[in-house]
């Protein structure tokens, strides 16, 4: 049977509003998005993930939704997002969607209607008459939040919320909402959305003496939304944003009835571990420590994302080392992360960029670029809240990056400005032109990916290295069969694999590598993606699995 859609899929993370501004207000909009479809298909991404463009006080980046069903008018209309959806297809791209299903706005009518005395909407909210209530739920926005529960003068109560308190959080013990949730899914998906990402979705369910995630309440709610699209719709996905462990997270893919996709959030941090320690043992231990996950389902991995690089799924130790290591000043640090991005957090050093990238897009899963790390774009982490990874897309050197027409004050967020990262200095028009830029490195690597479906859905094996520097693996298919190594170090290494194979052809690789017999060289941040013998069955019976 042929492997669903997301198996393969290399997705791209865009908001709306950073991408391409086409009527000169100086904010993206989706006639931007459409106009630079062809980048993308260029590119060679398959599948493009939009974050939230509905109406919204944009006091979250628009996870603060103020109507379920609309577009911001300043990014265009409905037909808008129906054109954008068409014109993707036509492309062969397809398109997620966020949706946040645990809270909305506090402008949404619902909380408005809620809060008044005697409201029949009541429900839709939790309420509380003491701050009490759940103390063994963390608050996740930590800078700026120590508790859950914010006290509403016009309700005479305390609302309950996960995230910002102008975020109450839905109460999905009443079937209302439970409906309406379900039936704002059907909307989007029926407008020709390819999937969409579940936001925040361990925290959907409260219960008394329970740190109120992963609940099985949560679990029973998200099948039903999953039974829903089974029934009605062919071909979508649906993608939990759970930080959690990974045994906490593989019961969203339940038993392949709740999410088909799932981020593994414990992955990334442990990369930026790796590199930092020159040492592979704490990605190989999240690797060996993940559960198999049932068919059909997969993980979405990912090095960078519109948020903070989040710390929370390491331990107390491993935080404090990676925001010494990665965060010198207070500044670049939010929350339990760091909100900075992918360049910039390894000094710009190309061996290191290319290395973690040669891993997200061979390592078992789908792998999620952000926008701009394809040219390498900085951030500026003075901007409040995690707005400094979220600036105007680099078209070219002008000072308003080609992004906008209008003037550069006027832009909904500063071009980055840093030494090293303005438009002058990386923007896609003068690396298109450039054989040696990592946007063409990106464009080859996604190519060769694309040409090798065992990186896509093939099976995944750790292989045994002497030297600790060193991350091996391969993963093969029905069709070939990839070993893919990686030197998280600063210095050369020379390591034995403990693997029986022949390497038949050197598919990618960093400059001074090389493999004799069973013995690999990289250089420093070295890595290699080789074509291996076929059948490789030897190494199965060899580990004894
Ligand atoms: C998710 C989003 C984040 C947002 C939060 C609260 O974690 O990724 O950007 O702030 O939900 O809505
Ligand atoms: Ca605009």
């Not at 409260?206 to 679990?219: A, I, S």
Request: a negative charge; charged letters at 25%.
């Amino acid at each position: 049977m042929k492997a669903p859609w997301y198996v393969d899929a290399v997705f791209y993370e865009v908001p709306v509003y950073a991408f391409f501004d086409t009527n000169g207000d100086g904010v993206g909009d989706f006639a931007g998005l459409t106009e630079r479809l062809d980048y993308l298909e260029w590119l060679g991404v398959t599948c493009i993930w939009l974050l939230p463009f509905y109406e919204s006080p944009l006091r979250d980046g628009g996870y603060d939704i103020s109507d379920f069903r609309s577009v911001l008018p300043r990014y265009g209309t409905v037909d808008d997002v129906r054109t954008f959806l068409d014109e993707s297809h036509r492309r062969g791209l397809r398109v997620i969607a966020d949706v946040i299903v645990n809270h909305t706005s506090d402008q949404h009518p619902w909380f408005q209607e809620a809060r008044l005395p005697g409201s029949p909407l009541r429900s839709r909210y939790v309420w509380s008459d003491t701050p009490d209530r759940f103390p063994d739920a963390r608050v996740i926005f930590t800078d700026t939040h120590d508790s859950n529960w914010t006290w509403d003068p016009v309700a005479g109560a305390y609302y309950w919320h996960r995230f910002f308190d102008h975020q109450p959080d839905l109460n999905f013990d009443d079937p209302a909402v439970q409906d309406e949730i379900e039936n704002i899914i059907r909307f989007w998906l029926t407008l020709g959305f390819d999937g969409l990402r579940l936001d925040a979705v361990p925290y959907l369910y409260e219960r008394d003496n329970t740190n109120g995630e992963n609940l099985p309440e949560t679990h029973t709610y998200l099948k039903r939304l999953r039974a829903m699209v089974d029934t009605e719709f062919d071909d979508r996905m649906l993608l939990a944003e759970a930080n959690q462990w990974p045994d906490d997270v593989v019961e969203y893919f339940g038993e392949g009835d709740e999410f088909h996709m799932a981020y593994h959030f414990p992955l990334m941090p442990r990369l930026f571990m790796a590199l930092a320690q020159g040492d592979a043992g704490s990605v190989i231990s999240i690797l060996e420590d993940t559960p198999d996950i049932p068919d059909g389902c997969r993980w979405g991995i990912f090095l960078r994302n519109h948020d903070e690089l989040t710390l929370e799924m390491v331990t107390g130790e491993e935080r404090q080392y990676l925001w010494d290591r990665y965060a010198p000043e207070p500044s670049m640090r939010k929350n339990v992360g760091i909100r900075r991005r992918l360049a910039p957090l390894l000094d710009g050093d190309r061996r290191r960029i290319e290395l973690l990238h040669a891993l997200l897009l061979s390592l078992p899963g789908s792998p999620f670029l952000y926008y701009g790390d394809e040219i390498g774009m900085g951030d500026e982490h003075l901007l409040e809240d995690r707005d400094g990874v979220r600036t105007p897309m680099q078209w070219d050197s002008s000072p308003t990056a080609g992004f906008s027409t209008a003037v550069p004050q006027d832009l909904y967020l500063p071009v980055v400005s840093s030494p090293g990262y303005s438009p002058a200095a990386v923007n896609v028009a003068a690396q298109r032109d450039n054989p040696g830029s990592l946007l063409l490195w990106t464009r080859k690597m996604l190519d060769l990916r694309a040409g090798m479906s065992a990186l896509g859905a093939g099976a995944f094996r750790l292989v045994p290295a002497s030297d600790s520097a060193v991350f091996a693996f391969v993963r093969s298919d029905a069709d070939a069969t990839v070993l893919v190594v990686a030197n998280f170090s600063d210095a050369p290494v020379t390591s034995d694999l403990d693997v029986d194979l022949a390497p038949t052809a050197t598919l990618a690789t960093a400059p001074g590598t090389s493999l004799e017999g069973t013995t690999i060289t990289l250089d420093a941040h070295g890595w290699a993606w080789f074509r291996v013998e076929h059948p490789f069955t030897v190494i199965a019976a060899r580990h004894g699995d």
